[in-house]
């Protein structure tokens, strides 16, 4: 359980030092701090998860996927870029992408 908590933290701090990116690359260079944070954050806790013992092919995955569905879904909310129905079917094959790698990490 202790792994998975701490690859949540992960993705929202990947999550949020990308999104912080988007503000600091658009003229706010000030966010370039939440940037190097999130990023550190969000690094140390994949660490510290596969510590915990979580394959690297899940923990990366789950990572990266969430990562991307996320920050999609947070830059249409915060920056209203747009989210097509084709970007959707993307996140969604990721997502299935990522069960399955899941899936049979345990057979």
Known sequence: ??????L????VAEVAGTLSLRLAATGRPVWYTAVGAGYLVAFTGLAATLGQGMPLGVAYG?????????????S????GEPLTRVMV????????GVLLVELGSVS
Do not use: K
């Open 89 to 96: 079917l993307g996140i969604a094959l990721i997502m299935a």
């Open 1 to 6: 359980m202790t792994a998975w908590l701490l």
């Open 8 to 11: 949540l933290v992960a993705v």
């Open 76 to 79: 249409r909310v915060f920056f």
């Open 62 to 74: 789950i990572w990266a996927a969430a990562g991307v569905a996320l920050t999609a879904i947070g």
